[in-house]
Structure formats: structure tokens, C-alpha cells
Nanobody
Framework: QVQLVESGGGSVQAGGSLRLSCAIS????????MGWFRQAPGKEREFVSQ????????DYADFVKGRFTISRDNAKNTVYLQMNSLKPEDTAVYYC???????????WGQGTQVTVSS
């Protein structure tokens, strides 16, 4: 079975940086796009960013523009999320996801915790 495994989460102070990685393994998986989502306790899951696998076109939620950068290494089947200027409100579990058809995300990782202290 295809697996998406996130890593790189941790605890940082406000203004700090983290780089999340999502490794695709376990089988053949050719996503149309990969994305990052997050969910804080008591809140709904929200979209953070996504990137087209072939062309590299990116999309960002307004609250991370200018601070986060999504990228991918097709040869390594890995997608990244560079997070700079982190804020306490960025605290959440971050999930990577993949879409095969480009309509909805069908594959999800287990998530990695990001905690930002003031």
C-alpha cells in the first residue's frame, strides 16, 4: 500500500523556522498534486498549500503567503514545506496529502505536530 509519511515537526519559538517533509513510499504512486493541510485542537482541518507534481504550479492559503514555501523532488517522491516566521497560531498537526485525479485528496499521511510558542 502507498504510504505518506510526514517528518520534521517539532517545537519552536515564534519567528522560528521548520521544514516538513512528506515521503511517498510503499508502491507506485503518481500524484497529480500534493498538498499540506493542518488541524489545531478543536478546529477544522484547513488547507495550507499544494503543488502540481509535473508542472510545479503552487497555491497557498492567504495566512501563509510570504512565510511558507512548498516544493517537491519528483525523483525522490518527496514534498516539502519550508515554514518561516512561524506564529503561535501555526500550532497544529500538519498532514500531507495526494490527489490522483486533481479533484479531491485521496491519500493522507499520519501527520506531524508543529508547536510554536510565544
Amino acid at each position: 500500500q502507498v504510504q505518506l509519511v510526514e517528518s520534521g515537526g517539532g517545537s519552536v519559538q515564534a519567528g522560528g523556522s521548520l521544514r516538513l517533509s512528506c515521503a511517498i513510499s510503499g508502491g507506485t504512486f503518481s500524484p497529480r498534486a500534493m498538498g499540506w493541510f493542518r488541524q489545531a485542537p478543536g478546529k477544522e482541518r484547513e488547507f495550507v498549500s499544494q503543488i502540481a507534481w509535473t508542472g510545479g504550479t503552487t497555491d497557498y492559503a492567504d495566512f501563509v503567503k510570504g512565510r511558507f514555501t512548498i516544493s517537491r523532488d519528483n525523483a525522490k517522491n518527496t514534498v516539502y514545506l519550508q515554514m518561516n516566521s512561524l506564529k503561535p497560531e501555526d500550532t497544529a498537526v500538519y498532514y500531507c496529502a495526494g490527489t490522483l485525479r486533481g479533484i479531491s485528496y485521496s491519500h493522507w499521511g499520519q501527520g506531524t505536530q508543529v508547536t510554536v510558542s510565544s
